[in-house]
């Protein structure tokens, strides 16, 4: 794997694509900065060996040029955090782009204009990608969020630099993190699915029946599985076009000796809020009107003591409505369970969307071995695809 330590930055500019795609209040600023920090061992590096950065990134989905999308709003907190100046242009092609580059000496960052103000980026646009190349020696991708998209600057880009380019600090821990639990592990492996929707998952779960010995299916993905197999399941959440898949994967799963965890019981509510009646219910057995919400004590005590037999510990998706204080108990108690476990030597990821606003929420981001920072970028290499920013840098 091509890493930053295998380059000396001294009197060199880096281009550095990173994921400054953070969240704006309505006063632009800046509401959570974890990605600006997860950039920020690699900034220092290039800075430490005698170099300079040029950051572009891209904020949120404007339609051209739009200033509430303008990547001036992050200039402060990007200052904050890596602690030395960051000087700004207001675009990032271009005569202005240019100048600036030019006049930026060792030891200081050049932060570019979003690059989404232009369409080419989203398209992989050859001729844009080959102006953003003039602004660095080196090409560092440390965009994990993006990796699974082959836009302008972060996968075309790569073709202009032969062999000066390489992962950036945060997306080679992302890489092996996800290699750790799919190709390194130390066995027994578990992954815990939840959240809404099978179909969301349904390709994860097929490419990890060939790498795990336990599989927990929790949330509202469960009860696609219980309908599928007879149980009444009140109003919950269910695909019922998705019921025979549901049936192939357990049949699956039990060729290949993977063991299928299921919650025994859940909360039924008898509405969707935070102060709706509730009843514990066995999850087979729901009455009309009330729906599962949450995993229950015993499912809960039945993961904890799956989660304390494994290993490698992979996270995606809550057991339950977890923005919902009545129904977080079960993905409250599934954190506290797998800190449990890492505390006790087990390596484990949580990445994918709502599971990493959860152990946030609750508290656990730092007591498990690693938080994911991309999304759809985490559940693609779970699928087992190659992702076009990884192969890249690799090619
Ligand atoms: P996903 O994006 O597929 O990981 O799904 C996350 C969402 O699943 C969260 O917003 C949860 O509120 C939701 N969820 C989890 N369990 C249930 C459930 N039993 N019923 C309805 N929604 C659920």
């Known amino acids: 794997m091509n890493t930053l330590n295998d380059f000396n930055f001294e009197n060199k500019k880096a281009i550095i694509r990173v994921d400054f795609n953070v969240p704006l209040n309505d006063k632009f600023e800046v509401t959570d900065t974890t990605r600006i920090q997860a950039a920020k061992p690699t900034i220092i590096?290039?800075?430490?060996?005698?170099?300079?950065?040029?950051?572009?990134?891209?904020?949120?989905?404007?339609?051209?040029?739009?200033?509430?999308?303008?990547?001036?709003?992050?200039?402060?907190?990007?200052?904050?955090?890596?602690?030395?100046?960051?000087?700004?242009?207001?675009?990032?092609?271009?005569?202005?782009?240019?100048?600036?580059?030019?006049?930026?000496?060792?030891?200081?960052?050049?932060?570019?204009?979003?690059?989404?103000?232009?369409?080419?980026?989203?398209?992989?646009?050859?001729?844009?990608?080959?102006?953003?190349?003039?602004?660095?020696?080196?090409?560092?991708?440390?965009?994990?969020?993006?990796?699974?998209?082959?836009?302008?600057?972060?996968?075309?880009?790569?073709?202009?630099?032969?062999?000066?380019?390489?992962?950036?600090?945060?997306?080679?821990?992302?890489?092996?993190?996800?290699?750790?639990?799919?190709?390194?592990?130390?066995?027994?492996?578990?992954?815990?699915?939840?959240?809404?929707?099978?179909?969301?998952?349904?390709?994860?779960?097929?490419?990890?029946?060939?790498?795990?010995?336990?599989?927990?299916?929790?949330?509202?993905?469960?009860?696609?599985?219980?309908?599928?197999?007879?149980?009444?399941?009140?109003?919950?959440?269910?695909?019922?076009?998705?019921?025979?898949?549901?049936?192939?994967i357990l049949k699956q799963a039990k060729a290949k000796n993977v063991q299928v965890h299921i919650p025994v019981d859940v909360i039924a509510a008898d509405d969707f809020s935070n102060d709706a009646n509730t009843q514990i219910c066995d999850i087979d057995a729901i009455p009309d009107g009330w729906e599962g919400v949450d995993a229950g004590l015993k499912s809960q005590e039945n993961f904890d003591g799956v989660v304390n037999q494994c290993k490698t510990i992979l996270w995606n998706g809550p057991l339950g409505v977890f923005e919902m204080e009545s129904f977080a108990g079960g993905t409250i108690a599934l954190g506290h369970s797998i800190d449990k476990a890492t505390k006790n030597g087990a390596f484990s990821l949580v990445g994918g969307g709502d599971s990493v606003a959860a152990v946030k929420q609750f508290g656990f981001a730092d007591k498990v071995s690693y938080v994911s920072t991309g999304g759809g970028a985490m559940l693609e290499m779970l699928e087992g695809k190659n992702l076009p920013g990884i192969e890249a840098i690799l090619k």
Do not use: W
Request: net charge negative; aromatic share 6%; with cysteine.
């Open 45 to 248: 590096k290039i800075l430490e060996d005698g170099g300079s950065c040029v950051l572009m990134s891209h904020l949120g989905r404007p339609k051209g040029k739009q200033d509430e999308f303008s990547l001036r709003h992050i200039v402060k907190s990007v200052i904050d955090i890596i602690g030395c100046n960051v000087k700004f242009v207001d675009d990032c092609v271009g005569d202005k782009v240019e100048e600036a580059v030019a006049n930026l000496v060792d030891g200081e960052i050049l932060l570019l204009e979003n690059l989404r103000f232009y369409d080419e980026e989203k398209k992989g646009d050859v001729a844009f990608a080959e102006k953003l190349s003039k602004y660095g020696d080196i090409y560092v991708n440390d965009a994990f969020g993006t990796a699974h998209r082959a836009h302008a600057s972060t996968t075309i880009i790569a073709q202009f630099f032969k062999e000066n380019k390489c992962f950036g600090s945060l997306l080679a821990r992302e890489i092996e993190s996800i290699d750790k639990v799919l190709n390194n592990s130390e066995k027994p492996v578990l992954a815990i699915l939840g959240g809404a929707k099978v179909s969301s998952k349904i390709t994860v779960i097929e490419n990890i029946l060939d790498k795990v010995d336990h599989l927990i299916i929790g949330g509202g993905m469960s009860f696609t599985f219980i309908k599928a197999q007879g149980g009444k399941i009140g109003n919950s959440i269910c695909e019922d076009d998705k019921m025979e898949l549901a049936l192939e």
